[in-house]
């Protein structure tokens, strides 16, 4: 990876660092993960995963540097021993994690488990995880924002920022906060098939200067959220051949790469070496204008989003 390429890409936000790297693609501990310990006996889901431990590792041995996780993925204690058994310096990487807003626990007091859970002193990056829990709890997004930045203000996290967030929604913060404690990180949905969470959401963002996460961005190759595993007759199995072809890049590789392009910072996840290695080789190539028009266009043709469906269509 050299700065050079990650400089040419729009969506490096070189604000945000890790020991003077910028941040780069992240691993991800969600989904599949959340999954397999929601489905074990309430007993054992304190009991870490040994696979994701081991899959962590790999990751961070094979050069990742930022980890993604939530109170909700129940994932910190894999986290934490995968760091403690890497070696790896705590400034020399990345932690994000999310607030839980639907837990109806303070964001200050998540703020004080996630700590201990991840055993460290700060985070480098603290996300509300969805705006819609204001139906369910008597807390607004505002009163969380509030003591998000509290922590900031005691050092306990360096950048703050939401998740799964529309317009309106940011709006509401920019209304009530002073620009010093504004989000710096929206992390959305973001595919070839879902190129706007939120109607307008990319380009505002980007006017606003807030650095875009992509998570989900494999889903056109397996919408394996839905059960829909059969992508064959998809718009974009169309085309990717030809691209893999001309790039001799995996498919995995040309839509990470695309959403790099797109100006999204992708959020993806694999146990498997050889794909982890491949998506930390998306800053070794560069699409071309035409190829990422071609891919906006033909993704464009068909609309399939994996989360929040319900609160979003
Ligand atoms: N803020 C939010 O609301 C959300 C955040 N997230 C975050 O984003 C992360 C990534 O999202 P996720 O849903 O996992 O989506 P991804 O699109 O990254 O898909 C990951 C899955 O793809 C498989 N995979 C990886 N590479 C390939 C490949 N080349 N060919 C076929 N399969 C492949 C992996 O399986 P294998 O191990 O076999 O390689 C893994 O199961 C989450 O873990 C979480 O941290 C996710 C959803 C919502
Ligand atoms: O990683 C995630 N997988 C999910 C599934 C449903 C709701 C939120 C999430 C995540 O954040």
């Not at 950048?159 to 620009?179: M, T």
């Not at 974009?236 to 691209?243: D, E, H, S, V």
Request: with cysteine; net charge negative.
């Amino acid at each position: 990876m050299t700065k050079d390429n990650i400089d040419s890409v729009d969506s490096a936000k070189n604000f945000c660092t890790v020991s003077g790297r910028p941040l780069v693609i992240g691993t991800g501990t969600g989904t599949k993960w959340q999954w397999l310990k929601k489905g074990r006996p309430i007993e054992e889901r304190n009991k870490p995963i040994q696979e994701l431990i081991d899959q962590l590792l790999l990751a961070l041995n094979n050069g990742y540097y930022h980890i993604d996780t939530a109170e909700i993925y129940t994932t910190h204690p894999e986290v934490a021993e995968a760091v403690k058994q890497s070696g790896i310096k705590r400034e020399d990487l990345w932690i994000t994690s999310k607030y839980n807003p639907y837990r109806q626990v303070t964001a200050a007091e998540a703020i004080k488990s996630t700590l201990a859970e991840l055993q460290t002193d700060y985070l480098d990056l603290y996300l509300i995880h969805a705006p819609f829990f204001e139906d369910e709890a008597s807390y607004s997004i505002e009163m969380a924002w509030k003591e998000i930045i509290e922590a900031k203000k005691q050092g306990k996290i360096r950048y703050i920022g939401v998740s799964n967030f529309s317009i309106p929604n940011l709006e509401r913060i920019f209304k009530a906060f002073e620009p010093e404690f504004y989000p710096v990180v929206n992390q959305i949905e973001f595919h070839a098939y879902l190129q706007n969470q939120s109607a307008g959401i990319t380009d505002y963002c980007k006017k606003r200067n807030i650095l875009l996460e992509a998570y989900a961005p494999l889903t056109p190759l397996f919408r394996i959220q839905s059960g829909e595993a059969d992508t064959e007759g998809d718009p974009l199995r169309k085309i990717l051949p030809a691209l893999s072809d001309k790039y001799q890049k995996t498919d995995s590789q040309i839509l990470l790469r695309y959403a790099l392009q797109k100006g999204y910072l992708p959020i993806t996840t694999s146990s498997k070496v050889q794909r982890i290695r491949e998506t930390l080789a998306i800053y070794e190539f560069e699409l071309s204008a035409d190829d990422v028009a071609l891919i906006d266009k033909q993704g464009s043709t068909f609309h399939f989003r994996s989360f929040f469906n319900s609160n979003f269509d």
